[in-house]
């Protein structure tokens, strides 16, 4: 059986509203409404070129901002903000008779991250879960642990999905349900774009 390695946050969850409450928590004088704020993170734009752009901020600023930003982003009143995309549920299952179902995330903290996934009832569908914690790639780690073949695939909603699928040789899907549009994702070369996970069909 294949293996599909699926990211999590904005491929199964939208955590877009975190984000930008994170953000607000952490510069209250930005008046960015939601969706302006997720039009310039759409088109790649990090929240360090924000804050260097359009605050000023000094190095020194901008790294006490990553700093907190790492602090907060997981913690679970914030996590509680996230919910599963709709229909997410009955792909997962419909996927897990096709294929090894691993799920594959950049989160930082292991502990809140599987708490969230049994809240959300979503580790059911998991034969696995990889956990980057900040300190490994997302290829490197699933390198670690499977022996990939070209016809395994990944999906995601980032570039750095798209990289990591890349470097292990496997087919990408990037998904337009998260953090970039699909003028920036296009600049990465995936495979595929779909809309979302549910349009996935192979």
């Known amino acids: 059986m294949r293996n599909l390695f699926i990211d999590l946050d904005g491929t199964l969850i939208d955590a877009r509203k975190r984000v930008y409450e994170v953000f607000r928590f952490l510069v209250p004088t930005a008046n960015f409404s939601f969706d302006a704020y997720w039009e310039i993170k759409r088109a790649g ?4 070129s924000i804050l260097t752009n359009q605050f ?4 020194l600023q901008i790294a006490n901002f990553i700093g907190r930003w790492m602090q907060e982003i997981e913690k679970e009143n914030w996590l509680e903000l996230d919910e599963p995309f ?5 792909k ?9 179902l691993i799920l ?3 989160r930082q903290s292991t502990t809140n991250t599987l708490k969230q996934l049994k809240k959300l009832q979503l580790d059911i569908y998991f034969d696995d879960i990889l956990i980057t914690n900040q300190t490994l790639t997302k290829q490197v780690i699933i390198k670690q642990k499977f022996d990939i073949t070209p016809n395994d695939l990944i999906i995601g909603d980032t570039g750095k999905d798209v990289e990591a699928g890349k470097a292990l040789g496997i ?14 994702l296009e600049k990465y ?6 809309q979302s996970i549910n349009d996935f069909k192979e």
Do not use: R
Not at 92 to 100: A, P
Not at 171 to 184: C, W, Y
């Open 45 to 48: 734009i990090s929240n360090e």
């Open 56 to 59: 000023g901020f000094s190095d």
């Open 86 to 90: 709709d229909n997410v549920e009955n």
């Open 92 to 100: 997962l299952q419909k996927l897990k008779n096709e294929y090894k």
């Open 104 to 106: 594959v995330t950049a």
């Open 171 to 184: 087919k990408t899907i990037a998904v337009l349900s998260g953090f970039l549009s699909a003028s920036t």
């Open 189 to 194: 070369k995936p495979d595929y774009i779909l």
